[in-house]
């Protein structure tokens, strides 16, 4: 560990995930924007989006390759966390311990010795993958840039066993989870999700169609854009029709407007205006062996 983590650990306090069934949260910035790959195969290619003021570069680097819409899971997690305590009164930190099996448990993912492996394999694809963007800075010229974990241990027992694992946020994430205004919560069916469009579509669904009754729109070119996916359009417009075809998403009724000109509209409402915010039981663990 280098002198500069040592003093970015020693200036924080460790914080220690909370128990219990605790709603999903995710940052909106997160659920809005192309951050992380669609694919399951390892993706080298980074992504560049640029849409008004807002730029967002990605770039991947070839041993561990571009974090995925699952491994942001654990950022699902750790959002959910901070939420939680700063909600009881407590004091949240970017620096967080947790066991895998809470952490494992928290996502709907199995608790064995392979499901942690591909854990590990996921905290070091949001470690090595590094961002810049102009959201939330002042000019548009100004880029933060960052990774999704500045760094990340593990700790075992005498017998090489996991007990435990630490991991520090970056300011960016962080700041935006803290401000109440730029987290939303989830539906725990998310985690059910198995395919990649389908996790990043209900994300923006979520952020942009809420509660709003009459529902939002967007047509196939934009989203195609926005979703930072190497799939040509015409495949990406293939799954997307099927994925309205399945009705995939919870809570979402999903339609496609065919105008008389311009290209095809996924619109897209809520099926029960009910609140998001009351937590769901939780479902079970058992699910297929995705990608982390």
Known sequence: M???DNAEREQLDLFRALRGDLA????????????????????LAPIDFKAGSIVIRV???????????WDADVLIWAASQIVEARDAGLRPSR??????????????????????????????RLQSTTVATSIRQP????????????????????????????????DWFYAAVLDDALV???????????????????????????????GWSFDFIYLHAKSGSLSPLKHFA????????????????????????????LFFAPIDPAPFDVPRRRRSNT??????
């Open 184 to 214: 939303l919560t989830i539906d725990r069916a998310y985690f059910d999700l198995t395919g990649g469009l389908e996790r990043w579509l209900y994300r923006l669904v979520r952020k942009h169609g809420g509660r709003q009754e009459l």
């Open 238 to 265: 293939y799954d997307l029709r099927d994925i309205v075809r399945r009705q995939a998403l919870p809570g979402y009724r999903l339609t496609i407007e065919r105008p008389i000109s311009g290209p095809d509209r």
């Open 2 to 4: 280098s002198s500069r």
């Open 95 to 124: 620096l967080m311990g947790t066991t895998p099996y809470e952490m494992l448990n928290f996502i709907g993912r199995g608790v064995g010795s392979r499901d942690y492996d591909r854990l590990k394999a996921a905290l070091d």
């Open 139 to 170: 000019t548009e010229r100004r880029m933060h840039r960052f990774s999704w974990i500045n760094e990340w241990k593990e700790k075992a027992d005498s017998r090489g066993r996991p007990i435990g694992l630490e991991l520090i946020l970056p």
């Open 59 to 69: 770039e991947a680097v070839p041993e561990h390759g571009m974090a995925t819409i």
């Open 24 to 43: 999903p949260r995710d940052a909106q910035d997160l659920m809005a924007y192309p951050f992380f790959s669609l694919a399951k195969s390892k993706r």
């Open 287 to 292: 699910r297929p062996g995705d990608k982390l």
